[in-house]
């Protein structure tokens, strides 16, 4: 496991490409909603540009899709749901639809700051908060400001048909998130709920790692290898769960709607009750199961995948591998991998944010005439100038040689060295000899009352 020190995230970005569609994954909504919530305040530099023409496929495909959605949504009472109305981005934080990118970043932070549930105990802070973290993420993107100007939200969902046809859309141009880094977390995963879920497209679970990582690997960011295991497709059918040679057929008692409707008569009056079939569990299908799978159409593997580790990254924070979770069950999109990250103590070094501290220890002599010592800093040793005159616990600044800021690595913090002075316990005589003359010379130039 050597690390490259790298600020790419290539690597990564080709790791998560999906190549491998499930033959019998109906393109669905949901995993736009998932990938909407999930896609990270920091983009990879490159992101993939897929043509206009899949973009006005993929819209209409998500307007299609979304009226059952709601519909689904609406159903299941008591279950926190969230519909997402129709929102207005440039509402949202607040500026014009002419605003300019300075504008709309500065909107941004503002609202942010005033509205991070870290910050501001109001209940719906939290909703609002990250309402602005998703209008800020489309509004800052060129390419997806233009497709929300000129589809609205539903375009955007669009670019999560990234499976279709295996041509790829932001989905797998970003396959990595990091979140609760910027902030210094608080708000735990689950963004929006997944209410309404179509039981053909519940996505698989995610799957953690935990990453050790040394304390100059998180300043400056490294590649690491990771095994990970988790559920794949069953290559045996294809992930369908259905054996192979067999045809499933509708469900019977459901007749392939995977719903069953009931008439609920109440003292209120009559309901119409919408259940998921118990017998397909929602599928509308009945089939022969897959042997390998037993009908799940997924299996095990043990998979090796290169993870670009940003630098500035800092112990506790989380990086999201984009589908490198589990598979969903038949062929429904995968969860992704979440990756922990811990970062290793320095026997030296200590981290707080983006500054470095340390400690060094000179002698007495060295801070009444000062000196030139050499400091650990994350970039080795550098020679630091003690002033004449440093008194004990002075904090010395090494200007620039500090952590590199998440995301925004041309910006560093400062290295704070704390000086302590040690004076000697023991002198030998001739020390001692020279620090009597010392005293007596002291003695001589005071000036006082008491002296003529
Ligand atoms: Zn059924
Ligand atoms: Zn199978």
Known sequence: MNCLGGRQLEGLQQQALHTSTPAVAPPCMHQAHRARHHRSRLQPAAALQPSQAGFSQAAAAASKHSRPSVAAAGRSRGRSVVVHAARDFYDTLGVPRTADKKAIKQAYRQKARKFHPDVNKDPGAEDTFKAIGEAYEVLSDD???????????????????????????????NPMDIFESFFGGGFGGGFGSMGGQDARMRPGENETYELQIDFLDAVFGCKKELEIMHLTGCKTCTSSGVKP??????????????????????????????????????????FTPCDRCG?????RETKRIQLTVPAGIDNGARLRVKGEGNAGRRGAPPGDLIVYIRVKDHAELRREGIDIHSDIEISYVDAILGSLVKVTTVDGPVELKIPPGTQPGTTLLMAKRGVPRLGANNVRGNHNVHVRVSIPKQLSSEERTLIEQLKEQQAKTRVGPFRF
């Not at 995977?258 to 009750?273: D, E, W």
């Not at 009908?295 to 299996?299: A, K, L, S, T, V």
């Open 295 to 299: 009908g799940d159409g997924r299996e």
């Open 245 to 286: 040679g067999t045809k499933p057929s509708n469900c019977s008692m459901c007749q392939g709607t995977g719903q069953l409707i009931q008439a609920v008569r109440t003292p209120l009056g009559a309901f119409q009750q919408v259940t998921t079939c118990n017998r397909c569990e929602g599928v509308g299908q009945q």
């Open 143 to 173: 390419n997806k400001r233009a497709i929300y100007d000129k589809f609205g939200e539903a375009g955007l969902k669009g670019d999560a048909f990234g499976g279709m046809g295996g041509m790829g859309g932001f989905q797998s141009a």
